[in-house]
């Protein structure tokens, strides 16, 4: 899961509030009373707006929105000195819709906020970057990837023409953006960017502000990116004891933790973490697409231990929260539907993963590692019945969509390529078959080490096929390299 920063906007105390100690729920409430009775709409409307700042600090989302639609309600009156109000609350409303994972009213909301900015003049104000940060990261969260990045470098400008005085904010922009930039498989940007953000905020709010923790997080999914998993590992950890364990981000480092603990091998580890996120998720917001996003790890860890019956049931409690909050065409619907697949035999596992790849690759496009990913699963899945043709045309595809971005070789792209050359073999065209599992391990020989059980595997399926052709000095090469490699490994094991 990734960790997203998205802000409210607090108005200026003014009439109606009570001065010196801090007005509390119970004050705001009596306050709003006693404004209804005899204050003017504009008081009405500012304790509104900051009786509902308070209710989203405690997580009282449904009363957050219902105080925010109040003050909007009294604001939208056409009246231009109302305006500037109207689009602070305005900011506040799509960032709870955002939280809620209703980003379709977020956006709505949003937009219009900036709209009601632009049309008063006040694109120097602070909250007007506030609002054109918030409307980039809902953007980003419906994939909407050429929409979100110039709003949010829109704002990223106005932030450093502002100086020192909102160097914190410049810092929660380029957080934002190097989300996005991960996103996009821009990594050398994403790592760029999370260490400037870093920097700002380790030096300007201290080691151990949560802000700084949430920019760690992003640098651990990275790192994990990037495949350097043990990295990734510990920045979770240091983002974890930051956060004291408790609250939706902290249930975010838990289910990262989670994940790449599960890559790492620690299972034990990874389901600990993994059911805490759960139960926190649940003890403050149970339908939100966070639980989705855990429930879906958990999922992933279970049918890594063969409990396919269990994996399939929190695959499907996932799939129904993001139907109802994120929507069936939003990636992460599309990461639970091939993580079904998995657990799925035959015809229903090709249905998912088709689906899964339309929705990915009208989100990000052709060449997305995500689409590549997509294409391989479709392709095993057509494998697995016996449509040889279709599953060639789906690793071909993957390959092509690696080799479009001019993405480097890498492992993955060599499994996908010995995959091609699996469905070549059924296709009966021993020849390719050969050739294709040949490149495939001289790719395998440069991406990882060589006993690397990938590899041996790769060389056991090509033996099979040079023996089948005749040539059975080369097989038997093949066989014994490959046999090396699996008693190395047996033996690593015991």
Known sequence: MRTIIIGVVLWMAGAGLAQGAPCGLACLEASLREAEKNGP?????????????????????????????????????????????????????????????????????????????????????????????????TLRCQAKYSEAEPVLRRALAIREQQGRAAEVEKATVLHNLALLHLDMARYDEAEEGARQALAIRERRLGSKDHYVADTRNLLGLIAQARGRNAEAAQQFRVALLAQNGYGLPAAQSMINLGAVSRLLGDVGSAREVLERAVALVGEIEPKQPLMATALNNLGLLEATQGNVRRARQLFERALAIWRDTVGPDHPDYASGLTNLAS??????????????????????????????????????????????????????????????????????EALVMANLANAYTHENNAAEAAETYRRAIAMLRTTTTTDDPRLGAVLEAWSRVLRASGSYAEAEQAEVTATGIRVHNALLHQ
């Not at 219902?66 to 506040?92: C, F, M």
Request: with cysteine; charged share 20%.
């Open 41 to 137: 709409p504009a008081t009405v409307a500012m304790i509104s707006n900051q009786l509902g700042v308070l209710l989203q600090k405690q997580h009282r989302l449904a009363e957050a929105e219902a105080a925010y639609l109040r003050s909007a309600q009294v604001l939208d009156t056409g009246s231009a000195a109302a305006e500037p109000e109207l689009a602070r609350t305005l900011t506040n409303l799509g960032s709870v819709y955002y939280q809620q994972g209703q980003y379709d009213r977020a956006a709505a909301a949003l937009r219009r906020a900036v709209t009601i900015w632009e049309h008063t003049g006040g694109q120097s104000e602070p909250d007007f970057a506030s609002a054109l940060d918030n409307l980039g990261t």
């Open 343 to 412: 657990v799925e035999h035959g015809r229903k596992a090709l249905q998912l993963c088709s689906e899964a790849l339309r929705i990915d690759e009208a989100a990000f496009g052709p060449a997305h590692p995500r689409v590549e990913t997509d294409l391989n699963n479709a392709g095993m899945a057509a494998l697995s019945v016996r449509d040889y043709a279709a599953a060639e045309h789906y690793f071909r595809r993957s390959l092509a969509a690696h080799t479009d971005r001019g993405a480097p070789e890498t492992a993955e």
